[in-house]
C-alpha cells in the first residue's frame, strides 16, 4: 500500500494499545513503525542497480513474518533499556511495537504486487489481490481515527474511535475479499466457454476503488484480458485477446532476469520485441498496452537473442484518458456485453495498435 496508509495504519494500532497517557508519543512511533519495512528501498538501491533485482528484492526481508517479530523485539528492548515511556509500560508497548510492524507487510499482500511474507523460505511471493494500492475507502477511516486521537489524547473516548477506525477498514477489506470472489466466479465462467478454465489467471481491482475489476488469464499464445463492475455488469464477463512473443520468451527463459520475473510475477508477464529488444512487461500492473514495469532483457543477435543487463523502460500514456474511461466503466456495462455475443471483444480503450492506425 501507499505509504500515508501505512503511516496511518501503524499508527492506529499502536495508539490503540499502548497507554492512554502515551497516546500521541505512540501515535508518531507507530506512524515510524508503520513505514519501516518500506525503507528497505534505500539499502537494495545502494547494492545494486539491477532493476530487476531492486523490483523482486523489494518487499523480502523487510517485509517477513519470520523477520520483523526479532526486529521489533529489538527495537523494544533498546527503548525500554532507555527508560522512558517504553520501559513505565513494558508489557502494552510491546506488543504495540509488534502490531505496527507486522500489519505492515499483511496489508501489503493484499495489492498485487508481492510480498514474501515467509523469506528467506524459497515461496513465491503472496498477492491477494484485493485492493489497488492506493484507496481512498480504506485509507479514510484510519485517518479520521488518528486525527480524533491526536486532539484526544488520554482521554477515554480516543481508544474507541481508533477500534472503530480499525475496525471499519478491515471490513472494508473484508469487502474487497468478497468482491473478488463475484469476479473470480464470474471469470471462471467466460474462461469455461473459452475452454481456459485451467488457464492461470489472476483478478485485481481498478485503481482507487474495489467496484471495477480487471481479469487477465494466460493462453498459449499471450493472454486475454476483461473488466467486471459489480455496479453495472449483468451480462456474461467479455474478454480480448493480446498475443506475447511466446517463442522468442521461451528462448530467453533461462537467464537469470527472466527466471527471477517468472518467479516474482508468476510467469504474468507480456514479451514483445521493441527496437531490436525483447521486453517483458509485468501484466499484473497496468492494463493494456500500459504496464508500470517493463524490463528489456535480450538484443536480437542474428536469428537468436543475446542476453543483456537488465533495463527498465517507461514510455508515456495518458492517464487522464484511462482513468476517465475506468470510472466511466465502473457504471455503465458496454452495450454489445448486455446483449451477448461472442466471448472475445475488442479493446474499449485506445491501443498503441489504434493509435498507428490513426496516424
Known amino acids: ?26 501515535l508518531l512511533a507507530g506512524a515510524a513503525l508503520g ?8 539499502p537494495v538501491n545502494l547494492i545494486t542497480a539491477d532493476p530487476v533485482e531492486r523490483m523482486t528484492w523489494h518487499r523480502s526481508a523487510s517485509h517477513s513474518l519470520l523477520v520483523l517479530p526479532f526486529v521489533a523485539w529489538a527495537i523494544w528492548a533498546w527503548c525500554r533499556n532507555r527508560g522512558g515511556r517504553v520501559a513505565q509500560d513494558p508489557r502494552r508497548w510491546f506488543w504495540a511495537i509488534q502490531a505496527a510492524l507486522l500489519t505492515h507487510p499483511v496489508l501489503d499482500a493484499f495489492t498485487v504486487y508481492g510480498t514474501q511474507l515467509f523469506w528467506p ?37 480516543a481508544r474507541p474511535v481508533l477500534f472503530a477506525g480499525l475496525a471499519l477498514s478491515s471490513l472494508y477489506l473484508g469487502a474487497s475479499l468478497w468482491a473478488k470472489a463475484q469476479v473470480e466466479r464470474e471469470a471462471e465462467r467466460a474462461l469455461a466457454r473459452l475452454n481456459l478454465q485451467d488457464a492461470p489467471r489472476f483478478s485485481v481491482p481498478m485503481p482507487f476503488n474495489i467496484l471495477l475489476w480487471r481479469v487477465v488469464a494466460m493462453t ?14 449483468r451480462g456474461p464477463m467479455r474478454l480480448r485477446e493480446y498475443r506475447s512473443d511466446v517463442i522468442a520468451l521461451s528462448q530467453v527463459f533461462d537467464y537469470p532476469a527472466v527466471q527471477r ?16 529488444r525483447l521486453v517483458l512487461s509485468d501484466l499484473r500492473m497496468g492494463v493494456e498496452p500500459d504496464y508500470s514495469f517493463r524490463f528489456a532483457v535480450a538484443r536480437r543477435d542474428g536469428e537468436g537473442w543475446r542476453e543483456i543487463a537488465p533495463e527498465q523502460l ?43 492506425a490513426s496516424r
Open 1 to 26: 500500500m501507499d505509504s500515508l496508509t501505512q503511516i496511518l495504519l501503524g499508527a492506529a494500532v499502536a495508539a490503540a494499545i499502548a497507554p492512554p497517557r502515551h497516546r500521541r508519543a505512540a
Open 35 to 42: 513505514t519501516l519495512p518500506d525503507l528497505d528501498v534505500l
Open 121 to 157: 523460505l524459497p515461496m513465491r511471493p503472496v498477492m491477494w489481490s484485493s485492493v489497488f494500492i492506493i484507496d481512498p475507502l480504506y485509507t479514510v477511516w484510519l485517518l479520521i481515527a488518528c486525527v480524533f486521537a491526536w486532539f484526544a489524547r488520554e482521554r477515554a473516548s
Open 220 to 233: 498459449p499464445d499471450g493472454f486475454v484480458e476483461g473488466e467486471r463492475s459489480l455496479v453495472a455488469d
Open 261 to 276: 520475473l517468472d518467479w516474482f510475477n508468476r510467469g504474468f508477464m507480456k514479451a514483445e520485441v521493441r527496437e531490436d
Open 314 to 356: 517507461q514510455w508515456p500514456w495518458n492517464a487522464s484518458r484511462r482513468l476517465g474511461s475506468m470510472w466511466e466503466r465502473i457504471w455503465r456495462e458496454p452495450e454489445d456485453a448486455s446483449a451477448g455475443g461472442d466471448a472475445i471483444a475488442r479493446p474499449p480503450y485506445p491501443t498503441a495498435n489504434d493509435a498507428d
